[in-house]
């Protein structure tokens, strides 16, 4: 019965380190404000699997019977148990909702989702690139994260990720002295020595590497920084910024991601293309409204489009009046007219 809650709260795939690297922002069960609406209405399936007992205060919502009612959350509960993956994010549970009550009315289905908060249908965006079968050209490599931390996202189109050092690819150019210092690590942690098996993880994080510890097992793991290639979000300090960053942030957040890497910037960073769950991140972004097409740098006409659609909408940032390109807003930075 349990199986709902933990799809939920992810505890089979949730990452933690010993040095706090994945510690979120999180309550009881890995709430978080995104997805208290979502966590509530497992909360309440759990609920209904043991008492069979709807939620008080749902009738004031809809316009079914508890009768009816009852059947939705039945109905539910086992379209939650059946999706593969689980549903996480808020948009996830509405379209899983919708779905599974497609023969309902419109006014009880936008009743259930009022009563957790959740987005209504209108302000859902079809996503429809998928995921490429083969490797588009100009790929470099391609990697496979470990699960992302919400931290781990600087803003709306920067992220963080660690890749295992198992990957074939990574595994070939693993530093000596990480490798050494990583198996002195091991070492002290089972003699009980803290204090030497943090400082030698300080040296290994240093080196652009971490162990960080999933369902108890260590992983010695290398960092990248990723840049969404093709696409340029709201610097944090601008307007929207913010809820471009969070909507990243719900997107990525204890998944794992699938990234084509096209080259390197000026800064560092590894240029590519995030998939997560199925989803093109970037198409995601783009149609909510919550970045610009860079297309001084990327020519792809789907991105073009994905942006126009979004304009029409007035989606994220497409609803302010005067929305500002990032890149102009950062050369008013550098030339101090801000």
């Given at each position: 019965m349990g199986n709902i809650l933990r799809s939920l709260y992810g505890h089979c795939c949730k990452p933690s380190?010993?040095?706090?690297?994945?510690?979120?922002?999180?309550?009881?069960?890995?709430?978080?404000?995104?997805?208290?609406?979502?966590?509530?209405?497992a909360h309440d399936l759990f609920q209904f699997q043991i008492t069979s007992q709807i939620p008080e205060g749902l009738s004031k919502h809809v316009n079914s019977s508890k009768k009816a009612q009852a059947k939705w959350y039945g109905k539910l509960v086992e379209a939650w148990k059946e999706a593969?993956?689980?549903?996480?994010?808020?948009?996830?549970?509405?379209?899983?909702i919708i779905q599974t009550l497609s023969r309902h009315q419109k006014p009880d289905v936008e009743g259930l989702l009022a009563f957790y908060g959740l987005p209504l249908p209108e302000t859902l965006v079809e996503l429809s690139a998928g995921v490429p079968t083969s490797l588009p050209e100009k790929v470099?490599?391609?990697?496979?994260?470990?699960?992302?931390?919400?931290?781990?996202?600087?803003?709306?189109?920067?992220?963080?990720?660690?890749?295992?050092?198992?990957?074939?690819?990574?595994?070939?150019?693993?530093?000596?002295?990480?490798?050494?210092a990583a198996v002195k690590r091991s070492k002290a942690r089972a003699k009980k020595?803290?204090?030497?098996?943090?400082?030698?993880?300080?040296?290994?994080?240093?080196?652009?590497?971490?162990?960080?510890?999933?369902?108890?097992?260590?992983?010695?793991?290398?960092?990248?920084?990723?840049?969404?290639?093709?696409i340029d979000a709201p610097e944090y300090d601008m307007p929207y910024g913010a809820e471009a960053k969070e909507e990243l942030?719900?997107?990525?957040?204890?998944?794992?991601?699938?990234?084509?890497?096209?080259?390197?910037?000026?800064y560092g960073r590894s240029v590519g293309d995030i998939y997560c769950n199925g989803i093109f991140v970037q198409e995601a972004m783009l149609k909510k409204g919550c970045a610009w097409h860079c297309i001084a740098y990327d020519k792809r006409m789907e991105f073009a489009r994905w942006q126009k659609e979004a304009q029409a909408k007035r989606m994220g940032l497409w609803a302010l009046r005067n929305p500002e390109e990032p890149w102009e807003w950062r050369k008013k930075q550098r030339e101090g007219r801000l």
């Open positions: 380190t010993t040095d706090d690297y994945n510690s979120q922002s999180l309550g009881p069960h890995g709430v978080s404000a995104a997805n208290v609406g979502v966590s509530a209405l593969k993956p689980p549903p996480r994010t808020a948009e996830e549970v509405v379209r899983l470099k490599f391609e990697m496979q994260s470990l699960p992302v931390d919400a931290k781990a996202v600087a803003d709306g189109d920067t992220v963080t990720v660690y890749v295992s050092t198992e990957d074939p690819r990574e595994s070939l150019c693993i530093p000596p002295e990480v490798n050494l020595k803290y204090g030497k098996a943090d400082a030698l993880h300080n040296r290994i994080i240093d080196s652009g590497y971490r162990v960080i510890n999933i369902q108890n097992q260590e992983i010695l793991a290398r960092k990248y920084r990723i840049r969404l290639r093709g942030a719900k997107l990525v957040q204890g998944r794992c991601l699938r990234i084509l890497v096209y080259g390197e910037d000026r």
